[in-house]
């Protein structure tokens, strides 16, 4: 079967504020469905894989005519629904007889309205989309029933014949597809069906081009209010020596200098990491990684071992300076872990990425300055301040009239833009607080003399350079 893998098409003027756009925000490859690509193609489909991030919507439109798609499945993050919703209907409407199946955090989070907001999908895939997306191919192509599919919503003919795909039927929920527990059953992404070297991530997040995204493990175990899992609680870990595998081949293939990894908590199993760092030492990869980490699951052994094995940087998830507030957000972490942890970070010689979050419910203006204090305190090597976002399928948008008003769309759902505002602060002054913060944080003589004293090659010139550009925009 012809199968055509598609993230909608989109823009940083969509997603981005403006200071951010040109030459500090990145794009990173969609690990989704370059996984779900490697997996139809295993099992003998055709596949062709397209990138919104790349071309217009009618770009992806001429591709996919050309292509003849019998299933499109489109990924797609709540920001990019409305995209992703115009996709589809100009895809059905062009390829009336193609099955178009949607999955991603956003279909996973809201189920069934997504086929109740658009009438040309088809079905929705939720949770992890391999094996559901690969069934799927497979009961369309042999033309059998859709009723036995887990992760799978769909239209059916009546509730008698719940088997039967019927574009105008009755939406009936398969029972929900277990987690995929053996990680290293599945093949490497099918990044050779697109140029990877297309793709470099935002400012601050590499070292060196070419850059790519690996994942360590899948789920995270924490509870946070903002946070939506869709990979689930429970950590699934990949072998160590897998792992280093696949980075030794893409060092091989693509020449890659660089790794990021696609990893909700990093450091979440100590042993595991120790033992990929001492495979990476063992095999002596010339290769720079980055990783998101915990504050409290990190100590001074861990960290020397992984600055030994090539890991430049640590991200943070802070939140913010105030215990009250990681209180309400669920973070499970105190100030004395996070002061601990920075500081080790820095001893060891590795740089950290911190980032924070305004707008807390029950957070006053006086405290999230105290959070922007406590920020330029710790004097990580990059920091961002983000407001709250109530992303669907979180606790927080479950109940968010409990914690604040809503005042933007689901176009806004992003990291960038401002769709909520808590109780406790008015709307203009969570928006100075965040040009505030980025003033009071990278202007700081300390600062800039740390990022000076820093520069080593002419790309770290050149992101000093844009950021500093950056800086500018986003504060006058």
């Not at 120790?274 to 861990?302: G, K, N, P, Y």
Request: glycine content about 6%.
């Amino acid at each position: 079967m012809r199968c055509l893998l598609v993230f909608p098409n989109w823009t940083f003027a969509e997603t981005h504020l403006r200071a951010l756009r040109k030459d500090v925000a990145g794009r990173t490859a969609p690990s989704g469905i370059f996984y779900i690509g490697a997996v139809l193609r295993k099992a003998g489909h055709e596949v062709c894989i397209i990138d919104g991030a790349f071309y217009t919507k009618q770009q992806i439109l001429d591709q996919m005519r050309t292509f003849n798609p019998q299933l499109v499945g489109i990924s797609t993050v709540s920001m990019l629904w409305t995209n992703a919703k115009s996709l589809a209907e100009e895809v059905k409407k062009q390829h009336p007889q193609t099955f178009i199946v949607v999955g991603g955090p956003h279909p996973t989070a809201v189920g069934e309205m997504v086929l109740e907001e658009c009438e040309a999908i088809d079905a929705v895939g939720y949770g992890e989309g391999e094996f559901t997306t690969l069934e799927l191919a497979e009961a369309l192509e042999k033309g059998q029933p859709l009723d036995a599919i887990k992760g799978l919503i769909y239209r059916c003919k009546s509730s008698g014949d719940t088997g039967s795909f019927d574009r105008r039927g009755k939406i009936v929920r398969n029972t929900p597809r277990p987690l995929l527990e053996d990680l290293d059953s599945l093949p490497y992404p099918a990044f050779d069906l697109i140029d990877i070297k297309m793709y470099r991530p935002s400012l601050g997040h590499y070292k060196r081009l070419p850059s790519i995204g690996v994942v360590l493990s899948r789920g995270c175990p924490m509870n946070c209010l903002y946070c939506y899992k869709l990979c689930g609680n429970t950590i699934r870990t990949r072998s160590p020596v897998k792992v280093a595998d696949e980075i030794e081949f893409y060092v091989q293939k693509y020449g890659i200098r660089d790794v990021k990894f696609w990893t909700e908590l990093f450091t979440a199993e100590r042993q595991v990491v120790m033992d990929f760092c001492d495979e990476i030492i063992h095999r002596q990869l010339d290769i720079a990684w980055s990783c998101a980490a915990r504050v409290d699951t990190v100590d001074e052994e861990l960290l020397r071992k992984m600055k030994q094995a090539g890991c430049w940087y640590l991200q943070y998830g802070i939140e913010s300076g105030v215990q009250k507030n990681l209180n309400t957000l669920r973070k499970g972490t105190t100030i004395q872990n996070i002061e601990n942890a920075i500081a080790l970070t820095h001893k060891v010689g590795l740089e950290s990425f911190c980032t924070y979050i305004l707008g807390i419910p029950g957070e006053t203006y006086e405290e999230a300055l105290k959070t922007i204090e406590f920020a330029c305190k710790l004097n990580s090597f990059y920091a961002e301040f983000f407001p709250l976002t109530p992303f669907p399928g979180t606790d927080l948008s479950r109940d968010v009239k409990k914690y604040g008003r809503l005042i933007g769309s689901i176009d806004e759902l992003t990291l960038h833009h401002m769709p909520f505002v808590p109780y406790t602060m008015s709307e203009d002054q969570l928006r100075s607080l965040q040009i505030l913060a980025y003033r009071k944080y990278y202007a700081r003589p300390r600062y800039m003399l740390m990022r000076l004293l820093k520069i080593r090659s002419l790309e770290d010139l050149r992101a000093s350079w844009q950021g500093f550009k950056a800086f500018v925009s986003l504060t006058t």
